[in-house]
């Protein structure tokens, strides 16, 4: 199949470009034509506010640039990840005018949530889920803590939504989760375009021994992804068990003050990918506390189910929906470092209970997080893309671009 990828990478890397980059090699190893059409976050550097909320709803330059793309290529399909800030929804016009099916990845949120992660004060948020316009998000600085950010992307969803882009310019959805497509059911996506294909693990490693004797986070270091919880958990269980961080972000410097007090934290930084699979595959078990609901499951998580290493999740969103307590990981409760310390000392000090999950975490990525299971579920919603795609739409916005 011809396939163009479309793209906005983020200034910093993270997983959702990971899998971007996962699934474009996992194509190519199957023998399809992959083109891709990236931009960068980098550009935004020069670009006044006014300018960059302009683009955000509506991108003249990739729309254009878009339509010049496919007619040179001449793909079967338009795959979109992250649209947001420079591709934006005008691209989907483009390919429709250009009679090539659309297919979005639902990698977070944004299309109902301001700042894409359903998340506020340090928990889940679901005031603006399914209205037409979500001000609440604009009165909460919920974009990067600035009105004037967060006014650009409300009035974005909110044009689209007025647009019927979210219901018309795109032929299929990619949820991450079942969790994932139940709240963009609730948001207002049509439910018949919504397919489910979770992230997987590309080229998939072989499993580790977990014989490391620590415990692993690996990811941003935001407060999204709940690193107080994590930290307030290590100074209840003191330097019983030894937990190695690696990732930067906005808490870094709490990261640090907490090793620099407590010798059985070592802070990593950032490593690379095969580094990554290494660390995960040595450890007794990986620790993500998210307090957000991480609609698709973390890439991290699957990664360590690839490694044969036990989780330890909160009981929230998708992460739930795959972690069988005591046969792949354990949930604890959201947001609380007393559960997470009971259930980390409890786990670090049954070998047999680790071992057994080993076995159960590797499973659970054989049944649903192969390349293999996941090239046959993308390949499906590929070709109910083109097979109902239409045109419904496309004169109007055509005018209102070429204005």
């Given amino acids: 199949?011809?396939?163009?990828?479309?793209?906005?990478?983020?200034?910093?890397?993270?997983?959702?470009?990971?899998?971007?980059?996962?699934?474009?090699?996992m194509l190519r190893a199957h023998g399809h034509r992959v083109t891709q059409y990236s931009l960068s976050n980098d550009a935004t550097n020069d670009m006044g506010r006014l300018a960059l909320a302009g683009r955000t709803i509506w991108s003249r330059p990739a729309f254009v640039e878009m339509r010049r793309l496919i007619r040179e290529r001449r793909p079967q399909v338009v795959h979109f990840h992250n649209t947001l800030p420079l591709i934006s929804p005008a691209a989907y016009y483009a390919a429709r005018?250009?009679?090539?099916?659309?297919?979005?990845?639902?990698?977070?949120?944004?299309?109902?949530c301001v700042n894409a992660l359903l998340f506020r004060d340090g928990k889940p948020c679901e005031d603006c889920l399914g209205k037409p316009v979500p001000w609440r998000g604009v009165a909460h600085n919920c974009y990067r803590d600035s009105r004037a950010a967060s006014a650009a992307v409300?009035?974005?969803?909110?044009?689209?939504?007025?647009?019927?882009?979210?219901?018309?310019?795109?032929?299929?959805?990619?949820?991450?989760?079942?969790?994932s497509r139940r709240k963009f059911i609730e948001g207002g996506l049509p439910a018949h375009k919504i397919a489910v294909k979770p992230n997987f693990a590309y080229p998939e490693p072989s499993p580790g021994q977990g014989d490391g004797g620590y415990a692993v986070y690996v990811g941003r270091l935001s407060a999204e992804k709940g690193i107080e919880t994590?930290?307030?958990?290590?100074?209840?269980?003191?330097?019983?068990?030894?937990l190695k961080i690696a990732g930067d972000g906005p808490l870094v410097h709490a990261v640090q003050e907490a090793a620099a007090q407590n010798g059985a934290i070592?802070?990593?930084?950032?490593?690379?990918?095969?580094?990554?699979?290494?660390?995960?595959?040595?450890?007794?078990?990986?620790?993500l506390p998210s307090q957000c609901y991480e609609g698709a499951l973390p890439r991290?998580?699957?990664?360590?189910?690839?490694k044969g290493t036990p989780v330890i999740v909160p009981r929230l969103g998708a992460m739930a929906e795959i972690v069988d307590d005591y046969q792949n990981g354990i949930c604890f409760i959201p947001g609380n470092p007393e559960d997470l310390a009971t259930k980390v000392r409890c786990l670090f000090s049954d070998a047999s209970a680790l071992k057994r999950m080993r076995r159960g975490a590797r499973e659970t990525f054989d049944q649903n997080f192969t390349a293999e299971a996941n090239h046959g579920v993308l390949m499906a919603t590929y070709e109910r893309a083109i097979g109902g795609h239409g045109r419904r739409g496309v004169n109007a916005i055509e005018t209102v671009s070429a204005s």
């Fill in 230 to 242: 994590l930290l307030n958990a290590w100074r209840r269980l003191g330097n019983v068990v030894p």
């Fill in 1 to 25: 199949m011809n396939i163009l990828v479309a793209h906005n990478f983020y200034k910093l890397a993270g997983g959702e470009d990971q899998c971007v980059a996962a699934e474009v090699a």
């Fill in 97 to 112: 005018a250009e009679g090539v099916a659309v297919v979005q990845t639902l990698h977070n949120f944004r299309l109902v």
């Fill in 154 to 179: 409300a009035a974005m969803i909110a044009a689209h939504r007025l647009l019927g882009t979210w219901r018309n310019a795109v032929d299929a959805y990619i949820a991450l989760s079942e969790f």
């Fill in 266 to 287: 070592q802070w990593m930084r950032r490593i690379s990918n095969a580094d990554v699979y290494d660390l995960i595959g040595a450890a007794a078990f990986l620790v």
């Fill in 300 to 306: 991290v998580v699957i990664e360590a189910f690839a």
